[in-house]
């Protein structure tokens, strides 16, 4: 049997042609490593000697600390850890303590329930199972009650001088994705490992601190002082404020 073929319309001649789809600009390269270069040098040039704002004297200081920094101001936290400390100045005596007690006495760092629960969990662990001394490595640190990455990066980096990765706050977070755009991930644990590919070892424990302080003096949540940084020319957040 002969099959019919189809004819093709024609088109007319005042036909509009569907207009051509145009190709996305490329995206630029954050991370390339002339401008990762550019960032490194400004923040050393602006914080040479960053520190952890949290004051402690000893690795079990830092972890309480740290621990009742959880949604909660460092400056808060440092009007409530030197009294804190002077009362119950070992994790012995965090171990002994019954919760009501210590609730009272964080009670205006917030979640103080779930944190003096933690509190006094991570220190039974530590005398029990860690001889009484905060321990040194990652994988131990994530067995105590409220520790998880964040707090366990702060007391490695900056009690011991151990770099195993970089310390991802709400500074780090909003800078890393939103300002600098060092990463497109939408989680800490992701924005970590993305800074871990591109960040030199030798700094991660330095990059965390300036980066927070940066955050806090510098590029603000609210209202970025874009004037005054050194970072401006290599920058196109959306918020800009120049």
């Known amino acids: 049997m002969a ?3 189809r004819s093709v319309p024609k088109r007319s001649a005042g036909a509009k042609t569907a207009p051509a789809k145009r190709r996305a600009a490329p995206r630029p390269d954050y991370t390339s490593p002339e401008r990762l270069q ?3 040098a400004a923040l050393d040039q602006l914080f040479p000697r960053a520190q952890c704002a949290l004051r ?31 009362k119950y100045p070992t994790p012995q005596d965090f171990a002994a303590l019954e919760p009501e007690v210590l609730e009272k006495e964080i009670r205006s ?26 321990p040194r490595t990652m994988e131990e640190l994530l ?30 977070f909003r800078i890393a994705t939103r300002r600098l755009k060092l990463s497109r991930a939408t989680t800490p644990e992701k924005v970590e490992q993305d800074l871990m590919r591109i960040v030199p070892r030798d700094r991660w424990i330095s990059f965390s601190h300036q980066l927070i302080w940066f955050g806090r003096t510098i590029c ?11 970072l401006e020319p290599i920058c196109d957040s959306a918020d800009k404020t120049v």
């Open 3 to 5: 099959v019919k073929s």
């Open 38 to 40: 550019k960032i490194f």
């Open 56 to 86: 402690h004297s000893n690795p079990f200081e830092l972890l309480v600390a740290t621990i009742l920094s959880a949604q909660c101001t460092d400056e808060r936290v440092n009007k409530v850890t030197p009294g804190l400390f002077a």
């Open 109 to 134: 760092t917030g979640f103080f329930r779930s944190k003096a629960r933690n509190l006094i969990g991570a220190a039974k662990k530590i005398v029990t199972e860690f001889g009484g001394r905060v």
């Open 143 to 172: 067995t105590l009650p409220g520790v998880a990455r964040k707090t366990a990066n702060v007391v490695l980096g900056t009690a011991y001088g151990i770099a195993t990765g970089i310390v991802v706050d709400t500074h780090v």
């Open 220 to 230: 603000t949540a609210r209202r970025p002082r874009c004037g005054e940084c050194p």
